[in-house]
Structure formats: C-alpha cells, structure tokens
C-alpha cells in the first residue's frame, strides 16, 4: 500500500530541493505549490477524523464535509502568508495560483494512485477539472482580497462570505460528480465554465 | 407542488445568471467594493439555488445531514450586509433600540427553525449570519430615515406579534394551531406587502438610491424570513418575492454608483 504521506515526500523533495537553485518568484512559486499539496493532506486527515467521529459514508463525506474543510485549510497558507508579509497584488495571485495547483496536483495523485486502472481519457477529464476547480477557487478568493485591498475595506463579513461562495462551489462540484452520468459531466464542465466567467473581471481587475 | 418547486428554482436560476451578467458588465467596480460584494452575493445565492436543485434531482430520497448550500445562504447574507456597509461607508445612525429587538427577533426565529427542524448547528450559524444581515440593515434604514417614529414602532409590533403567533402554533392544539398559522402567513405577507408599497414610489420618484437600496435588502430578508417559515405555496410565493427584490436591489446599486 502507498501511504500518502509517501507521495507527498516523494513530491515534494526535489521540489524543495529546486529552491536552493531558483530565487524570487520561482522560489516562491515552489513554496506555495509545496504547500498547496500538504493543505491537501491536512485536509485529508482532518476529513477522515470527522468521518470516524460522525460515521457518515464516503459518499456522504465528499458531498457534505469535504468542500468545507478542504477550503478552509486551504485558505490557512494564504492567510499565514498575507499577515507574514504584505505580498503585492501579482505575487498573491500568483501564490494563490500556485496554491490551488499544488493541492489539486496532490488530490489528483493520490485518486490515481489509489483507485488503479483508469482510462485515459477520464484521467485527463478528472485531472483538468479538479485543477482548475482548485485553482479557480483560490483564484477567486484572492482577486476579491486585492479588489477589497485597493479600496482599503478588508471587512471580516465579506471576507467570510466570499470563503462561502468558494465552498459552496465546492460542494456543487462534489454533488455532481458523486454519480455517473450526465450529472457527472456537468460536474466536469462546471470549473471551466467558472473559469470562463471570472475571466472579465479578472482582466479587468488586473487593468 | 414539486414541479411547481422545480419551474420556480429554474426560473430563479435563470433570473439570477442574468442579474450577474448585468452585474458584471455594468457596475464599474471602481469607486467602491459595494458592487464588488453584491456580485459575490448574487454568485452565492445563484450556488446555493444550483446546489438545491442538483441536490433534488441526483438524491431525492436522501436528507441532507449538512448541506453546502447553506453556506451558499450564509454567504449570500454576509456579503449583502458587506453591501450595505460599503454604500454607507460604515457611517450608521444610532439605533440601539431598534438593534436590540432585531437581534431579539433573529435569535428568536434562529429558536423556531431548530424546533421544526432539530438541526442545531445549522440553523445557529445561519441564524448568526441571518441576524447580523437584519442588524445592517436596519442600521442602514435608520440612517437613511427610510421609516417615520410610528412605523418602526408599527414594524416592531408586527415582529413581535409574528413571533407570538409562531410560539402559538406549538403550544395549541388543532384547530387552533391551524388558526395561528394561517394569521402568521397572513402577517408575514402583509409586512411584505408595505415594504413593497415604500420601495416600488421610492424607485419610481427616484429618491436617494442608499435608501432604496436599505429598503430593497429590507424586503428581501423579510421574504427570506418568510421563506425559512413557510411551507408548500407559501414558500413559493415568497421565493418569488426575493427574486424580484434582488432585482430592484440591483436597480437600486445601480442608481447609487451612478450618483454624484
């Protein structure tokens, strides 16, 4: 059996080990991608101890617990890293970028490792829709603290409600790629239709 | 019932992708983060509608033990009082009274959900967001002087009264309990109703766009308290009514980005 936390030290060694040879952006890249995957496997422990404690099914947990937690311990990395350091407006979407690619390139791991032959093409499918699930997420999130921080109103209220938005987003894409079929392909669609529309305004943000 | 349930939820679904497309292309979320929130508020809400129905549709018979749509509802409320707070620019009239009895009513009604519905957890956080978007909004109603002294006394009295009725519905027997439920659907509509006859002239004579907004976001979140009460038709009804009172929300918005 391959634990999990072998995948990630298998990852993340050369990972690490590449930042003694790059700087800045890079370096910083690196470190959030490494993050990004050990939020994942936080996550993954804190899912599976709620899941003994409220002894629901799998199915039941990745509809309804782990959209939560795993946006929450998502957001733990850039929290620490907006109250560390004051990071401008390009390197926090480029961290939170960074971030959503690391978690979702260690879910994606993992769900191969773990569930043998697959096809192609639904790995290619799974592959793209989580990563961009995750990165829109994160993407998201962070547009909205760089809008709130250019017209200097930070507020607690809409911070939290914009970390429901990414969780309910979330959970609608668990519900419909819980059961094959045409729900599952909507599933699949969703992240890059969300994508797409968030998309203008992030242009417009960056203008 | 069930498909008239299903038309409804479409037809907000459809509604609210055209409302964030408005949204989005005509707000320049530029001078403040007012549009900025409500946008998120609309996603949200838009989520929280997209979750329900895929919910229905993929496990009918399965109950939800703690859904992510209710997020999607915390959320909506959160970001609207963001909203709100952003217009205003946090600059509120005293209203110490008229916070107190409104925490009082949300507490109240957050106690009424959990004995409907026996889920504890859920019902507190959204009862915690629900209150905290009512306590906004009628600071903001207050700042805006959108009620005389006698209305809130009238808009007190009639919370108040609702609350009762509902406490009513439990401790009677039938067909008393029948009674008190049919005059608290009718009290809850009636409020509706005057919000609706203040906001509908404040819109058409273009009066200032801040309180037309506090009263829009009044409307809705009675609405949404009448649909968190109600069942069958009557939650129909009021899920018609929140609809539209986002839309007028959003005319509103509109008119307050483009004043000088």
Same mark, same amino acid.
């Given at each position: 059996?391959?634990?999990?936390? *072998?995948?990630?030290?298998?990852?993340?060694?050369?990972?690490?080990?590449?930042?003694? $040879?790059?700087?800045?952006?890079?370096?910083?890249?690196?470190?959030?991608?490494?993050?990004?995957?050990?939020?994942?496997?936080?996550?993954?422990?804190?899912?599976?101890?709620?899941?003994?404690?409220?002894?629901?099914?799998?199915?039941?947990?990745? +509809?309804?617990?782990?959209?939560?937690?795993?946006?929450?311990?998502?957001? +733990?990395?850039?929290?620490?890293?907006?109250?560390? @350091?004051?990071?401008?407006?390009?390197?926090?979407?480029?961290?939170?970028?960074?971030?959503?690619?690391?978690?979702?390139?260690?879910? *994606?791991?993992?769900?191969?490792?773990?569930?043998?032959?697959?096809?192609?093409?639904?790995?290619?499918?799974?592959?793209?829709?989580?990563?961009?699930?995750?990165?829109?997420?994160?993407?998201?999130?962070?547009?909205?603290?760089?809008?709130?921080?250019?017209?200097?109103?930070?507020?607690?209220?809409?911070?939290?409600?914009?970390?429901?938005? @990414?969780?309910? $987003?979330?959970?609608?894409? *668990?519900?419909?790629?819980?059961?094959?079929?045409?729900?599952?392909?909507?599933?699949?669609?969703?992240?890059?239709?969300?994508?797409?529309?968030?998309?203008?305004?992030?242009?417009?943000?960056?203008? | 019932?069930?498909?008239?349930?299903?038309?409804?939820?479409?037809?907000?679904? /459809?509604?609210?992708?055209?409302?964030?497309?408005?949204?989005?292309?005509?707000? =320049?979320?530029?001078?403040?983060?007012?549009?900025? !929130?409500?946008?998120?508020?609309?996603?949200?809400?838009?989520?929280?509608?997209?979750?329900?129905?895929?919910?229905?549709?993929?496990?009918?018979?399965?109950?939800?033990? !703690?859904?992510?749509?209710?997020?999607?509802?915390?959320?909506?409320?959160?970001?609207? /009082? =963001?909203?709100?707070?952003?217009?205003?620019?946090?600059? !509120?009239?005293?209203?110490?009274?008229?916070?107190?009895?409104?925490?009082?009513?949300?507490?109240?009604? %957050? %106690?009424?959900?959990? /004995?409907?519905?026996?889920?504890?957890?859920?019902?507190?956080?959204?009862?915690? =967001?629900?209150?905290?978007?009512?306590?906004?909004?009628?600071?903001?109603?207050?700042?805006?002087?959108?009620?005389?002294?006698?209305?809130?006394?009238?808009?007190?009295?009639?919370?108040?009264?609702?609350?009762?009725?509902?406490?009513?519905?439990?401790?009677?027997?039938?067909?008393?309990?029948?009674?008190?439920? !049919?005059?608290?659907?009718?009290?809850?509509?009636?409020?509706? %109703?005057?919000?609706?006859?203040?906001?509908?002239?404040?819109?058409?004579?273009?009066?200032?766009?801040?309180?037309?907004?506090?009263?829009?976001?009044?409307?809705?979140?009675?609405?949404?308290?009448?649909?968190?009460?109600?069942?069958?038709?009557?939650?129909?009804? /009021?899920?018609?009514?929140?609809?539209?009172?986002?839309?007028?929300?959003?005319?509103?918005?509109?008119?307050?980005?483009?004043?000088?």
């Amino acid at each position: 059996m391959i634990y999990a936390e *072998n995948i990630l030290l298998c990852i993340a060694a050369p990972l690490l080990l590449s930042m003694l $040879f790059v700087r800045d952006q890079a370096r910083r890249y690196v470190l959030a991608f490494v993050s990004g995957m050990a939020a994942c496997l936080l996550s993954a422990y804190v899912t599976g101890f709620l899941r003994l404690l409220v002894g629901w099914e799998a199915t039941e947990v990745r +509809i309804f617990l782990s959209p939560v937690v795993e946006e929450l311990i998502k957001l +733990i990395p850039l929290l620490i890293l907006l109250l560390l @350091s004051e990071p401008e407006d390009e390197a926090l979407l480029l961290l939170a970028v960074a971030l959503g690619t690391g978690f979702a390139t260690f879910e *994606n791991c993992c769900t191969l490792l773990g569930s043998g032959e697959i096809g192609l093409s639904f790995v290619l499918i799974r592959g793209l829709a989580v990563g961009v699930m995750h990165i829109v997420s994160v993407a998201a999130l962070s547009l909205g603290i760089i809008a709130a921080r250019r017209l200097q109103v930070l507020s607690l209220a809409g911070f939290v409600g914009a970390v429901s938005v @990414s969780m309910t $987003f979330h959970g609608l894409y *668990n519900l419909l790629v819980s059961q094959p079929g045409a729900s599952s392909y909507v599933g699949f669609c969703l992240p890059l239709v969300a994508a797409v529309a968030i998309y203008p305004p992030y242009r417009r943000m960056r203008r | 019932m069930e498909l008239a349930s299903y038309i409804l939820n479409a037809l907000a679904i /459809a509604v609210y992708v055209i409302l964030i497309v408005l949204c989005v292309r005509s707000l =320049s979320f530029r001078r403040s983060m007012a549009p900025v !929130f409500f946008t998120f508020a609309l996603v949200s809400n838009l989520m929280s509608l997209l979750y329900w129905l895929a919910y229905d549709l993929l496990r009918p018979d399965a109950r939800m033990p !703690f859904a992510a749509n209710e997020f999607g509802e915390i959320g909506t409320f959160l970001l609207l /009082a =963001s909203t709100l707070n952003a217009v205003f620019r946090g600059r !509120f009239a005293q209203a110490r009274w008229e916070i107190v009895c409104t925490g009082l009513f949300a507490a109240a009604s %957050a %106690a009424f959900w959990i /004995a409907w519905s026996g889920e504890w957890l859920q019902d507190i956080l959204v009862g915690l =967001s629900f209150g905290y978007l009512l306590c906004v909004v009628v600071r903001s109603m207050k700042q805006a002087a959108v009620f005389s002294r006698w209305e809130w006394r009238l808009l007190g009295a009639a919370a108040g009264l609702l609350l009762l009725l509902q406490g009513l519905t439990f401790a009677l027997p039938e067909p008393w309990k029948g009674r008190a439920d !049919f005059c608290a659907y009718a009290l809850m509509f009636l409020v509706l %109703a005057w919000g609706f006859r203040r906001l509908i002239p404040a819109l058409l004579r273009r009066a200032d766009p801040c309180a037309q907004l506090a009263l829009a976001l009044f409307c809705w979140s009675w609405a949404v308290s009448t649909m968190y009460m109600s069942a069958d038709f009557c939650y129909l009804a /009021a899920s018609f009514f929140s609809v539209c009172c986002t839309t007028l929300a959003l005319i509103a918005l509109r008119r307050e980005e483009a004043a000088p």
